[in-house]
C-alpha cells in the first residue's frame, strides 16, 4: 500500500505477514491482522466502494467486513487467499486495487436522460 509509483517485484508470504518487494528496492511488510484490513478498506475502497463490474469484488468485500465487523468468515477467506502459492494473484490483486479508477466504469452504468 505504500510505493505507489513503484512496481511490485514480487511477495512472500511467512509468519502471518505479506512481504511485498518493489522495483527500488523497498520492502513493505503487511500483517495479515485487521488493523491492515482496515488500512486496505481506507485507502482502497473508502472512496470507490466496489462497483459491480469490480475483478475483485469478492476479496473487496472481505476486507470491508473483516475491518468493520471482524467478521470470521471473511477474515478466513482472505486468509486463504494471502496464502503461499498463491503469490502470482496476490500481485494482480495489489495491482489492481492500486491502479483501480471507477470514474469511466461508473460512467457506463450511469442512466443518462
Do not use: C
Amino acid at each position: 500500500m505504500e510505493n505507489t509509483n513503484n512496481t511490485i517485484v514480487s511477495v512472500s508470504i511467512g509468519d502471518n505477514d505479506i512481504v511485498v518487494s518493489y522495483d527500488n528496492n523497498n520492502k513493505e511488510t503487511i500483517p495479515l491482522t485487521r488493523d491492515s484490513y482496515i488500512k486496505m478498506r481506507d485507502v482502497w475502497l473508502k472512496e470507490q466502494p466496489p462497483f459491480i463490474s469490480d475483478r475483485y469484488k469478492k476479496h473487496m468485500n472481505n476486507i470491508i467486513l473483516a475491518s468493520i465487523q471482524n467478521k470470521d468468515k471473511s477474515k478466513s477467506e482472505l486468509s486463504e487467499f494471502f496464502s503461499q502459492g498463491n503469490e502470482d494473484n496476490i500481485i494482480k490483486f495489489f495491482n489492481y486495487m492500486r491502479t483501480r479508477d471507477l470514474t469511466e466504469e461508473k460512467s457506463k452504468w450511469t442512466k443518462k436522460v
